[in-house]
């Protein structure tokens, strides 16, 4: 499944090589020269991973990880650094700031793409192909098809990725606020209640192999997947 990628880095031949070859891995990118622009970029929507690089013009790379790790709605989002210098303390205090991994200039494609399928996997598995399964009910992202029970089950696009990051993120209560962040992108210009919408049409797709129950509403929190 293709994640959302916002690309931070001041030179446009560097940018434009990260940008393409994460495009043509199937993600989609945001690309921004600097850390005030990226900012902007995240209030609007929130990316599934950041690429960012140390040396920017204005607030620089590490500061902006400091800020993106002191806000709660953005310390989760994996961050790799990309850097010129291939210095073990620059190395330290990247990973020191919050980073989950470090590119040294200059890399191969190769590397950045396994580098980026590495964190997304470990930080964010709704953006990865794996098929995820849980009490009987299987999601598959390449085939796009859900099974309860083994029976293939109807969801629509918005239903397949409600259900796909709420089984990743299974057991924990999200907020309709973060379910839009995280499943819609979008937290500013859509509006709560279509949640809500959403949800009670995933229930009834998964109502034919009894799943709907695995979608709990947490009173005046928000929603949960859970097996339990
Ligand atoms: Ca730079």
Redesign the pocket.
């Known amino acids: 499944m293709a994640a959302t990628i916002l690309v931070v ?3 446009p031949a560097i940018q434009e090589l990260v940008a393409c070859n994460l495009e043509l891995a199937g993600h989609r990118t945001l690309r921004a020269e600097s850390a005030e622009q990226a900012m902007q970029m995240v209030r609007e929507e929130l990316p599934d991973l950041i690429v960012l ?1 140390w ?2 013009p204005g607030i620089n790379g590490m500061e902006f990880a400091r800020h993106l790790r002191g806000d709660k709605r953005t310390q989760g989002v994996p961050l790799i650094m990309l850097t010129a210098r291939a210095d073990e303390q620059d190395k330290l205090a990247g990973l020191e700031t919050g980073a989950d991994d470090y590119i040294t200039k200059p890399f191969s494609p190769r590397e950045l793409n396994a580098r980026v399928k590495a964190v997304l996997r470990r930080r964010s598995p709704q953006a990865t192909d794996d098929v995820v399964e849980a009490a009987g009910l299987q999601l598959d992202p390449n085939s796009h098809r859900v099974l309860g029970n083994g029976q293939p089950l109807q969801l629509g696009p918005t239903e397949f990725r409600l259900l796909h990051f709420f089984m990743t993120h299974a057991e924990r209560v999200y907020t309709r606020a973060q379910l839009l962040d995280h499943v819609w992108g979008d937290h500013v210009f859509v509006e709560e209640r279509t949640v809500d919408v959403h949800i009670r049409r995933l229930r009834k797709a998964l109502e034919p192999s009894g799943h709907d129950r695995l979608i709990q509403t947490v009173r005046s929190s928000g929603y949960r997947f859970s097996t339990n």
């Open positions: 880095e001041d030179e690089d040396m920017l």
